[in-house]
Nanobody
Framework: QVQVVESGGGLVQPGGSLRLSCAAS????????MDWYRQAPGKEREHVAT?????????ADSVKGRFTISRDNAKNTVYLQMNMNSLKPEDTAVYYC??????????WGQGTQVTVSS
C-alpha cells in the first residue's frame, strides 16, 4: 500500500512560480507512475502531468512548456516536484498527486490548494 502527501500550495500572483511536492511512502517499489491532477471549482478533475518509473514525462497541453514534473529516487521516500512558471488565474485549483502501481491500483493524496490571483 502506498501513502501520498502533497504540499507546497498557496497564493501566488499571475506570472509567478510555485513548487508542489508529493511524498510517497509505503510500498514505493511497486509504483509504476506518479501523476498530478487538478480540479477547479465546478469543473472535472483533469490530468496535469505524469512521470513514469522509467523517467518518461507527459503533460497536458494546457501546461506544456510551463510546468515541469521530476522525481528523486535517491532516498527511501519518493518525491515528486513540480515547478510552475508563468502561472495564470486559470491554474487555480486543488492539485492532487496520484500513484499507480504495477497492479493498476491507485493511491491519492488529500490535495493542495493553488490560487493564482493578484
Amino acid at each position: 500500500q502506498v501513502q501520498v502527501v502533497e504540499s507546497g500550495g498557496g497564493l501566488v500572483q499571475p506570472g509567478g512560480s510555485l513548487r508542489l511536492s508529493c511524498a510517497a511512502s509505503g510500498s514505493i517499489n511497486s509504483i509504476n507512475a506518479m501523476d498530478w491532477y487538478r480540479q477547479a471549482p465546478g469543473k472535472e478533475r483533469e490530468h496535469v502531468a505524469t512521470i513514469t518509473s522509467g523517467g518518461s514525462t507527459y503533460y497536458a497541453d494546457s501546461v506544456k512548456g510551463r510546468f515541469t514534473i521530476s522525481r528523486d529516487n535517491a532516498k527511501n521516500t519518493v518525491y515528486l516536484q513540480m515547478n510552475m512558471n508563468s502561472l495564470k488565474p486559470e491554474d487555480t485549483a486543488v492539485y492532487y498527486c496520484r500513484t499507480r502501481d504495477n497492479f493498476m491500483r491507485d493511491s491519492w493524496g488529500q490535495g493542495t490548494q493553488v490560487t493564482v490571483s493578484s
